[in-house]
């Protein structure tokens, strides 16, 4: 069973298009979910740190919100550099890092 | 800024062993947990290792447990990661990843490991 389960798997949007992307726990989260963007032959980059916090340098359209089970990322008006694989994160225990399956971001 | 470079990535046969280094720069080391993350071809991210400051407390995915061994070496700012009898379902990029208490700030670019005979 899939601890942190993201919806959708894909997402066909246009620049300029505002993006929500779902995390959904299989229990109760301590408000550290994380957020991540990977785009093709790269390494993942933090966006978003204990469910709301942008890291260092992420543009201000990338917002995070939610608590307890559920989460979502909003892009509030997709740039065409936005258009990645996003993943959710979470600390479950203390001995692992979880992450969601990814959201694919695609240009529709 | 900071840096964190792979190497050791390469072409193994099954049950063979291999070990990935992570050159960390721009940071002081010693002060931060490290993790290595690894993705399959066209998969999702898997977190396999995590490894404290000061090494007193290191944890395992299941999926690598007694396989396995991360290290540090403080002294010289870099990670470790030890792996004996791999199996084919180990090929995959293997990223070395700052850790704070929750997240994962910092990733290095990456380095491929293969397992095929």
């Known amino acids: 069973e899939d601890v942190l389960t993201q919806s959708p798997a894909t997402l066909s949007l246009s620049p300029g298009d505002r993006a929500t992307l779902s995390c959904r726990a299989n229990q109760g989260l301590a408000n550290y979910l994380a957020w991540y963007q990977q785009k093709r032959g790269q390494a993942p980059r933090l966006l978003i740190y204990?469910?709301?916090h942008r890291a260092a340098g992420v543009p201000a359209r990338f917002s995070g919100s939610g608590s307890g089970r559920d989460f979502t990322l909003t892009i509030s008006s997709l740039e065409p550099e936005d258009f990645a694989v996003y993943y959710c994160?979470?600390?479950?225990?203390?001995?692992?890092?979880?992450f969601g399956q990814g959201t694919r971001l695609e240009i529709k | 800024e900071v840096l964190l470079v792979e190497s050791g990535g390469n072409l193994v046969p099954p049950g063979g062993s291999l070990r990935l280094s992570c050159a960390a720069s721009?940071?002081?080391?010693?002060?931060?947990?490290m993790n290595w993350v690894r993705q399959a071809p066209g998969k999702g991210l898997e977190w396999i290792s995590y490894i404290s400051s000061g090494s007193t407390s290191i944890y395992y995915a299941d999926s690598v447990e007694g396989r396995f061994t991360i290290s540090r070496d403080s002294g010289n700012n870099s990670l470790f990661l030890q792996m004996t009898n791999l199996r084919v379902e180990d090929t995959a990029v293997y990223f070395c990843?700052?850790?704070?208490?929750?997240?994962?700030?910092?990733w290095g670019q990456g380095a491929l490991v293969t397992v095929s005979s």
């Open positions: 721009g940071f002081q080391f010693s002060l931060y947990s």
């Open positions: 990843v700052r850790g704070t208490a929750a997240h994962l700030d910092y």
């Open positions: 994160q979470e600390r479950i225990t203390w001995r692992e890092f979880t």
């Open positions: 204990e469910a709301s």
